[in-house]
């Protein structure tokens, strides 16, 4: 199983990127995905997760109204739109992956959750 990251770099303050992860080696169909990061010296912390449908989302309050995560399960990917970026967004951002074909409700935003993870991808915003 490989999940392979892209779309991270330097935006300015106010700016949008968005990241992509796709997904090899499993079935993308029975899968919720989920998007967490790291910043520099603090754990890592949740993002956005969405179900295996794409029905159901959830986000950490940091960045309700300006992340957009979705899934492309033709494309076997996942998506993280992400606007009107902050300084404190800065972090590499991980895409992660896990077997659950049911809701998200109570789960989906403990890293320990999922069973794969991709290699990272580095955003860095500019005040």
């Known amino acids: 199983v490989q999940l392979q990251a892209s779309g991270g770099g330097l935006v300015q303050a106010g700016g949008s990127l968005r990241l992509s992860c796709a997904l090899s080696?499993?079935?993308?169909?029975?899968?919720?995905m989920g998007w967490f990061r790291q910043a520099p010296g603090k754990e890592r912390e949740f993002v956005a997760a969405?179900?295996?449908?794409?029905?159901?989302?959830k986000y950490a309050d940091s960045v309700k109204g300006r992340f957009t995560i979705s899934r492309d399960n033709a494309k076997i990917t996942v998506y993280l739109q992400m606007n009107s970026l902050k300084p404190e967004d800065t972090a590499v951002y991980y895409c992660?992956?896990?077997?659950?074909?049911?809701?998200?409700?109570?789960?989906?935003?403990?890293?320990?959750?999922?069973?794969?993870w991709g290699q990272g991808t580095l955003v860095t915003v500019s005040s």
């Open positions: 992660a992956a896990r077997s659950y074909s049911g809701s998200l409700s109570g789960i989906g935003e403990v890293p320990d959750e999922y069973d794969y």
């Open positions: 080696g499993r079935s993308f169909s029975s899968t919720v």
């Open positions: 969405i179900s295996r449908t794409g029905r159901t989302t």
